[in-house]
């Protein structure tokens, strides 16, 4: 099922890149696991790919995507490190030209063994530095029968 799942998120990634109007994002993140999550894991990394398509001057919206691992603690040796590959929907306000505020809302596929993943959330604020790159902080929260949240910094690359 995971593997259909991701050849599904490759395919829409593919298809949508012919869009004549859209911008393609690429970020990398760094994560610090706060609540429930804090309690097992130290930091964690990600990979983000965002497809955003101009519906006004100042609103975006699309699909993003994405690999999230998380490193276990040391005191929970031979424990599986923790992995996402979230599939949301992404909405972007454009305060300005520099600063933007969004949201990416949709499931995170758990990837690791006894990881079945949840309802995924992403509030973020941005800044752009040129038209190709920017910084965000964002807070995630992944939701099933317990949160797993993070606060991250990433930075941002337009292709």
Do not use: C, H
Request: hydrophobic share 45%.
């Amino acid at each position: 099922m995971k593997k259909i799942i991701l050849v599904a998120v490759v395919a829409l990634f593919g298809f949508t890149m012919n869009a004549q109007n859209g911008d393609f994002k690429v970020g990398l993140n760094g994560a610090l696991p706060i609540g429930d999550a804090g309690d097992v894991s130290s930091f964690s990394i990600g990979l983000d790919v965002a497809y955003l398509w101009d519906v006004s001057e100042k609103f975006d919206v699309g699909v993003a995507s994405g690999f999230t691992n998380a490193f276990i603690k040391d005191e929970f040796e031979g424990a599986d490190n923790v992995q996402f590959l979230p599939i949301a929907g992404a909405a972007r306000y454009n305060v300005s030209s520099d600063f933007f505020l969004g949201a990416d809302l949709g499931y995170a596929i758990g990837i690791n063994d006894g990881n079945e993943g949840g309802f995924y959330y992403r509030p973020k604020v941005g800044y752009n530095f040129s038209e190709k790159v920017g910084i965000n902080l964002s807070y995630t929260g992944i939701s099933n029968d317990g949160d797993w949240s993070t606060i991250a910094l990433g930075v941002e690359f337009g292709l």
